[in-house]
């Protein structure tokens, strides 16, 4: 969606920063309420607070009573959707003028003094900091960060993320938030209607404080100026009128109701503060002139309120322009800043005004027949699509913040006169990838391709999908960063987008475009799009053209929601899963058993809720719960390497067993935690691991890498399965993409697609490699190992390279890309990649049966996960998709056994050694004969024994229990067959070179 403007007379340019206000944060209470929030307080028996108890304050700063039965003040967290209210009982006295009411609210463990006596007594625990109190004029409990709607009356933010006009003073243990001149000031402004100072509890009983308020808001009415038409072609007007604590009931024409000029379709306001709408319609036969019409609208509170609308019937003004002249062939209007007459058909009406196009067109591809026209609603309703209208105005090129390209509009518009109407404009054919779409920007289009889902991040809170010809792959998930491969895919992909808007440039009230399960998925398609071309900002910042749809899209479900993969088989299952800041402690400072006051820590810092991650709250808490072990269950892991968990112990992890293990089956012990290492690192997140202790058991215990590079160290446990293989899980999360430091440092982004921290992460990289799996790999007696985990690098990163040189191998590649498909794990800009990996070492490697990303998340709209605040409808379900932000991956193992020791099978024979004076080693062979009835199986491995010291194996394949051994890469050994391997030592001393033998079947 384009950012959000208040169509004015003056030029002015569409800001996101206007959007964030007008659609988030400046929620509009009533005007000049006659009741209103007068006291705000939050840090009763709080560490040095003189009160007992939070309490709000209300105050009716009206002439007259007002009769609050049934009204409930109502509280939420600072950046919360979910609204608690504490309700006014039904047999209330009315609020006498000048009258303060005091609502006691939560008790703290502190204070010294009780409140005055209370009218009304709840149990809401305000923060002292931070947070929102609504007053509303029903006891039903709000919804939204920032509601809005006709039972709103007042509403007071100290810190939030809803308020009125600008956000109000924060507050403390020790101070309340007082609204100006004892309660009356009320300019819909928290930050200048409000400041702090010591609690000062106010009663019915105290001295009433007179204000000579209006008692009640006036019906807003609004009508355009003008309506101006040809000579007998007739056309009609919108007209619109709301008022905040009454319902428009009535419109009247009460002057200038000269024939064939009439109102039409009147609709009632559905409620207090609804709106009602009508048409002013003037007939084809009007004479020429100018005719000033009154509307008058009622209420049912006996109010009223009337506007004129100027019809003029005339001759339009003299063409100066074309669109495809004022257009022009370069990114800007060659006639910018002028005033200009320009004539086109309306092709589509949107929230900050309409499109028009040249009917004819100039033939010529490089200039746009199309032109968006900036302006007020009710100019906009004064055309309807298929208009051709004659409009004045001043060109402008519209620089949306965050970008450097111009879009052409006539904004500051003086006169619109139809001139005929009916007429449909064809659509323009055109396809993705599209070269350039400032040829095409304010014009009907159609899309003669498919198109396909690329991106859902935004489509709740801002009505945009991403669209594209086909799935958009990351550059460097592909190729290597810089690389001209890379560089070339990122120009393609530039030229392969286009967003689906929803026209109203406001958060909308119902989610657009879901489907009949109520999620649309990235891969889902749609074809036969048609709309407007657009551009303006969206969401994630910057901005980009979009298509303003005039046919209602339909999308087909081609990527459907799909079912844990089906891997080939194996002996053990391994997974990884990001569970995107999984916290038993909430934001709100409460904890999963209910209690209050919590925090989490950050390193060896003092706890506290601002660096708690995840839920906001109880609710969200249980919702994301759900997903999570939905998700966990579903893949049936024997082991599962955990990403973005509380970083407090193994307590958080272990509340996530417990609940795996109940949806499993009550009373069920089927996953168990692998306890920690001895650190976890700085980092308010860590990672874990959990297993079956019925699959594998534990060797040894967990062991990390503490060193400075890590704020979020790796963690290895060995494990062995019940044949007696064994391998080695280490679980890693680099250092993110976010948060970039300032440009021109060393660790800022450098261009190249690996964003900023890319240094860090390679340097992460070197250690896990050069330092902590060589230690690994030491401590567990075998070599192999699979590294898992948010490694925040694409399949072809540098810090990716970095492990893939040391010998590991990408699994995901090798088995999806190898398969012929696409990796990914994450979406971000339209791009689908893995930042989620599977690295096993060269002697794991050859075990690994199968791998793939179970595309549970990635795909799925924000709108469906579990959060509760930031969207206009709630579509969640606790089916196990957007459980996270990235998507799960899960592999099998073939992993061989204990290798069996069969030297009571073979014979034994050794060459002579021949010393090499140019390479200083001894060489030889060692020959295997089977002297069994049967074949062994290979491959074979040679373990010499007892070398003196001095003595060395130099051509050894590794060590086992102190010993080199050589490997005899046969699949079998049949009876009587024997093999040979070289050998070659080094030595020192004057110790001849002697040794014992051992063989074994089968891989250590």
Request: charged share 15%; proline share 6%; glycine share 12%.
């Amino acid at each position: 969606m384009n950012s959000i403007r208040t169509a004015a007379a003056i030029p002015g340019p569409r800001t996101l920063i206007a959007a964030a206000l007008l659609a988030a944060l400046s929620a509009q209470a009533r005007a000049d309420a006659p009741v209103v929030i007068s006291q705000v307080y939050g840090g009763g028996g709080n560490s040095g607070a003189t009160y007992k108890n939070d309490f709000i304050e209300i105050f009716n700063r009206s002439g007259a009573a007002v009769d609050i039965s049934g009204w409930s003040v109502q509280y939420a967290s600072a950046s919360g959707t979910s609204w608690n209210p504490t309700r006014v009982p039904a047999n209330t006295p009315p609020l006498e003028p000048g009258q303060y009411f005091l609502i006691q609210q939560a008790a703290g463990t502190g204070g010294t003094t009780d409140l005055p006596t209370p009218y009304l007594t709840g149990t809401l625990a305000m923060s002292g900091t931070a947070g929102k109190v609504a007053l509303v004029s029903n006891g039903t409990a709000l919804t939204g960060a920032s509601p809005t709607g006709g039972a709103l009356v007042d509403l007071f933010g100290y810190n939030a993320s809803g308020f009125e006009g600008a956000t109000g003073p924060g507050l403390s243990n020790t101070l309340a938030a007082l609204r100006a001149n004892g309660g009356c000031t009320d300019t819909d402004n928290n930050a200048s209607d409000f400041a702090t100072g010591t609690p000062s509890p106010r009663t019915t009983a105290s001295e009433p404080k007179q204000c000579g308020v209006p008692a009640q808001p006036p019906i807003v009415a609004n009508c355009p100026a003008s309506l101006a038409l040809a000579v007998g072609l007739g056309g009609a007007a919108g007209l619109s009128a709301s008022d905040a604590d009454g319902i428009v009931n009535a419109a009247t024409i009460t002057a200038g109701a000269a024939g064939g000029i009439a109102l039409a379709d009147f609709q009632s306001a559905p409620a207090a503060g609804g709106t009602a709408t009508a048409n002013l319609t003037v007939a084809a036969g009007l004479a020429a002139g100018t005719y000033p019409v009154s509307i008058r609208f009622d209420n049912d509170q006996s109010q009223q309120a009337v506007c004129t609308v100027n019809v003029k019937i005339a001759a339009p003004a003299t063409l100066t322009r074309t669109i495809p002249q004022i257009q022009g062939s370069g990114a800007a209007s060659p006639v910018a800043g002028t005033v200009q007459t320009t004539e086109g058909v309306v092709t589509a009406k949107v929230g900050s005004g309409f499109f028009i196009q040249d009917e004819a067109g100039d033939g010529d591809p490089q200039t746009s027949d199309g032109l968006f026209i900036f302006t007020t609603a009710a100019n906009t309703a004064t055309v309807q699509v298929g208009d051709r209208i004659r409009i004045t105005g001043t060109v402008a090129d519209y620089v949306p913040t965050g970008s450097s390209h111009t879009y052409t509009e006539l904004t500051t518009v003086t006169e619109i006169v139809g001139l005929s109407k009916g007429i449909a404009i064809a659509p323009t054919n055109i396809e993705l990838p599209f070269a350039d779409f400032t040829q095409v920007e304010g014009m009907l289009v159609r899309f003669n391709n498919n198109l396909t889902v690329s991106q859902l991040q935004y489509l709740a809170d801002r009505g945009e999908v991403t669209l594209s010809s086909g799935r958009l792959e990351t550059p460097t998930n592909r190729y290597r960063p810089g690389s001209s491969e890379a560089v070339a895919l990122a120009a393609a992909n530039a030229r392969n987008q286009i967003i689906l808007d929803d026209g109203i440039f406001t958060t909308p009230t119902v989610i657009p475009y879901l489907g009949a399960d109520g999620s649309l998925r990235a891969g889902d398609t749609v074809s036969g799009l048609t709309g407007v071309i657009d551009f303006g900002a969206k969401g994630g910042g910057g901005a980009a053209f979009k298509l303003q749809p005039t046919v209602p899209p339909v999308f087909s479900q081609d990527n459907p929601r799909p079912a844990p993969p089906a891997l080939a088989s194996g002996n053990v299952k391994v997974a990884s899963a990001n569970v995107l800041n999984y916290f038993t402690t909430f934001t709100n400072g409460g904890n999963h058993l209910g209690q209050t006051g919590q925090g989490c820590s950050v390193g060896s810092g003092t706890p506290s809720r601002s660096n708690c991650r995840g839920a906001d709250n109880l609710l969200e808490f249980q919702r994301q719960s759900a997903k999570i072990v939905g998700e966990l269950k579903a893949l049936d892991a024997d082991v599962v390497g955990l990403m973005e968990i509380q970083n407090d112990g193994d307590y958080s992890v272990s509340q996530l067993v417990d609940a795996l293990n109940a949806a499993i089956a009550p009373g069920s012990k089927t996953y168990a935690v692998v306890p920690k290492p001895v650190t976890t690192g700085t980092d308010a997140i860590r990672v874990a691991m959990i297993y079956k202790p019925s699959a594998l058991t534990l060797q040894g215990t967990a062991l990390t890498d503490s060193d400075a590079i890590n704020n979020r160290p790796p963690m290895a446990q060995t494990f062995v399965a019940p044949n007696g293989g064994k391998f080695t899980v280490v679980v890693n999360h680099l250092k993110s993409k976010g948060s970039c430091p300032t440009a021109g440092t060393a660790e800022a982004d450098k261009g190249d697609g690996q964003s900023c921290w890319n240094p860090t992460r390679v340097r992460q990289a070197q250690r896990l490699v050069g330092t902590f799996v060589p230690q690994v790999v030491a401590a567990a007696g075998d070599p192999k190992v699979l590294l898992i985990g948010d490694f925040n690098a694409y399949g072809h990163e540098d810090p990716i390279q970095t492990i893939i040189n040391q010998g590991f191998v990408n699994q995901l590649e090798r088995f999806v890309r190898g398969a012929g498909a696409m990796p990914y794990s994450y979406v971000f800009n339209g791009e689908a990649g893995y930042l989620d990996h599977a690295l096993a070492s060269t002697a794991l490697s050859a075990q690994v049966a199968d791998a793939a990303e179970w595309h549970n998340n990635a795909d799925e709209p924000v709108a469906v996960d579990y959060n509760t605040d930031g969207k206009p409808q709630d579509k969640y379900t606790d089916a196990p998709y957007r459980a996270s932000d990235h998507d799960p991956v899960v592999l099998t193992l073939n992993l061989a056994g204990a290798p069996a020791d069969v030297t009571a099978s073979v014979r034994t024979a050794a060459s002579g050694l021949v010393f090499a004076r140019a390479s200083g080693k001894w060489t030889g062979t060692v020959s295997i004969t089977n002297t069994a009835g049967t074949a062994l199986t290979g491959p074979l491995q040679i373990a010499l024994k007892n070398l003196p010291a001095g003595v060395a194996l130099s051509n050894a394949s590794g060590n086992q229990g102190g010993a080199p051994y050589l490997t005899a890469a046969v699949a079998s050994l049949a009876p009587g067959a024997t093999i040979t391997v070289p050998v070659s030592f080094t030595k020192t001393g004057t110790a001849a070179i002697t040794y014992t033998t051992t063989v074994y079947s089968g891989n250590f």
